[in-house]
């Protein structure tokens, strides 16, 4: 049987329910010039359905979202030609030391329990981290590729 193409429309319980175990986004922000900005994160949903990614303040898309909070992100499945939905929403940037408790909570939503929380805190000091928080405000249905269904699919014969 084909490969064929969906797009399931859900909720945001449903979305969020997608999302918690896909960590492999495509982040896109809009640069100074109007062009986007792509970047490869691993992201997380923190308890209030948010979506944060852990960064570094210096990097582009942490710039490009002080100037302008449009975020969309890309949301994969871990093997490519997999589940994806493409995610519309505001971001805020959380700097330390006020980010030092929702970076705890990333990385739970990401890998679980750390073995030793004072020595992730300590790296976190020592790296600088900053939180991303994205707001969903849209998303699109949960697409998978393939055929388009309904497409003929006969093929030539190799006579």
Known sequence: MANLAREDVVGLVELLDFIR???????TTVRGDGRPQISPVSGGVN???????ATYP??????????NP???????????????????????????PEAMEPLI?????????????????DAMDRQGKCL??????RWGPIARGGFPPGLKLGFPSAD
């Not at 308890?47 to 990614?53: M, Y």
């Not at 210096?58 to 100037?67: A, E, I, S, T, Y």
């Open 21 to 27: 175990d896909r960590h492999q986004w495509v982040l």
């Open 47 to 53: 308890d209030a359905g948010q979506l944060v990614i």
């Open 58 to 67: 210096m990097r582009d898309k942490v710039h490009n979202l002080r100037r």
């Open 70 to 96: 449009d975020a969309t992100l890309c949301v994969l499945s871990d093997q490519f030609g997999g589940s994806w939905v493409q995610i519309d929403g505001q971001a805020t940037i959380v700097d330390l």
């Open 105 to 121: 909570d990333y990385y739970r939503s990401v890998s679980g329990e750390h073995p030793d929380w004072d020595d992730y805190r």
């Open 132 to 137: 991303i928080s994205i707001d969903i405000e």
